[in-house]
């Protein structure tokens, strides 16, 4: 019998293979900007904007994401209870205030309900 849970199967391209070989081969450290720059330009056209960057972790991403949004001391950031910590680490060291809501049981989305409820003058996200 077996137990396994699967997530999800595995989806790698041969174009994958090629780049993690090349990375392996030849030092990622050495390449990895050539790598960030072409997957930046194609990010860029696939969304049709004038700007993309990559970066670390989603985190980051986060981060800057609400930093450019001008998110900071005094606001409110409205997130799922039920989420990893790097979700609400951003809203804690950009100063805001993370306001956590539970999800819907089916959906494992945000109760619009709920949301609605917590939503002040200090709501930003």
């Known amino acids: 019998m077996n137990n396994r849970i699967h997530y999800t199967k595995?989806?790698?391209?041969e174009l994958e293979v090629r780049y993690a070989t090349d990375a392996a081969?030849?030092?990622?450290?050495?390449r990895c900007y050539e790598y960030i720059s072409r997957f930046e330009q194609s990010f860029k056209e696939h969304l049709g904007t004038q700007?993309?960057?990559?970066?670390?972790?989603?985190?980051g991403a986060l981060h800057l994401g609400m930093?450019?949004?001008?998110?900071?001391?005094?606001?409110?950031?409205?997130?799922?209870?039920t989420n990893w910590i790097a979700t609400a680490a951003p809203i804690v060291h950009l100063g805001a205030q993370p306001v956590f809501v539970d999800i819907l049981e089916d959906s494992w989305c945000l109760d619009p309900g709920l949301v609605e409820k917590v939503i002040t003058?200090?709501?930003?996200?």
């Open 121 to 125: 003058p200090k709501t930003k996200a």
């Open 67 to 81: 930093a450019a949004l001008g998110i900071g001391p005094g606001d409110e950031v409205i997130l799922a209870e």
């Open 51 to 59: 700007h993309a960057i990559a970066t670390s972790s989603c985190t």
């Open 10 to 13: 595995p989806s790698i391209t």
């Open 25 to 30: 081969t030849t030092g990622w450290g050495d």
